[in-house]
């Protein structure tokens, strides 16, 4: 069932992305597609390779575990969900980019597993550029804005960590269509990790923004990773 509706979806899907980077003058090869099969079978990892998909995305520890072991090698496995600290170390070692690293000192306890594997592992940083409480991510437990000079010195220490290497930023749009609330939140991320990058140059140019819902606008916003579940899989499983 997975590889009959990928072999519909995705290349919709690529044509979409194909479109949105012409008209906004991007080379579509600098936009990576992460596949969110969270709550999606095994069969859902087994079509989405098959398809030529690389990067999986998943949003809770012991599922992505699981899945990981399930199916060792030739996958690229993206953690995308809320973090607790005490979970969070087991992924080490398994997740190649950690993408919802939301606070310093889950950074730290991250970096001393890391440390203890003699590995060294992918993160971005999440922030919260939408000022959605619901939502987390850098900036979200603030008053002022995303990019308070305590927020950006935050980031900046998360990025001197031993064992973690800081390859960019990820944020989480609002759940709305409304262009005007989802576009600023694209371009705060973009504005965000120029400044950063001002500051600290060994930090990563990915901008992990996009999903199906908003993926056009992120492309034009300048997302360079995409998290795509529903325009691939169909609604998830409940
Ligand atoms: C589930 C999820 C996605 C994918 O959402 P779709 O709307 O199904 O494309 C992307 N990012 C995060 C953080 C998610 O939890």
Redesign the pocket.
Known sequence: MYAERLRSTLPALRDRIAAVCARAGRDPAEVTL?A?T?THPLEAIDAAVEAGLTDL?E?RVSELLQKAAARPGGVRWHM??HLQRRKAPELIGVADLI??VDTVRLGERLSRKAQELGVEVGILAQVNTSGEASKGGFGSEREGPFDAPATLSEILALSELPGLRLEGL?T?AP?VHDEAVLRPSFSRLRELSEHLRCADPSIGTTL?MG???D?DLAIEEGSTML???????GP?PT
């Open positions: 992460v969110v969270k995305g949003n995308i969900g993408q919802s990820m989480m759940f992990s999903m199906t819902n993926l998290r795509i579940g529903t325009a691939l899989f998830r």
